[in-house]
């Protein structure tokens, strides 16, 4: 019983995976405001969805999802 302690200890201080890896922390201003007023850096791996937008199944963890409202009001962004 001892040794799981250290063990859960161990394991807490291990380095989670990147939980932004398209870097969507970076853009959260743009939440509540209109896309079309937004202009993104060209190289910037991005989709925008919006409510009846088709979109893709595939997964790209460095893609920024911004999914907007029928006005073009940004909701929220996601990886994928």
């Known amino acids: 019983m001892r040794w799981m302690i250290p063990l859960?200890?161990?394991l807490a201080a291990c380095q989670q995976g990147?939980?932004?890896p398209c870097g969507a922390a970076?853009?959260?201003g743009l939440v509540g405001t209109n896309i079309a007023a937004v202009t993104l850096?060209?190289?910037l791996d991005a989709r925008i969805v919006g409510p009846d937008t088709a979109v893709?199944?595939?997964f790209i963890p460095t893609r920024l999802n911004i999914r907007t409202d029928a006005?073009?009001?940004v909701m929220d962004l996601t990886c994928g």
């Open 18 to 20: 990147a939980d932004d």
């Open 71 to 73: 006005e073009g009001t």
């Open 26 to 28: 970076d853009y959260a």
């Open 56 to 58: 893709t199944m595939d």
């Open 8 to 10: 859960i200890l161990v």
């Open 41 to 43: 850096p060209a190289d």
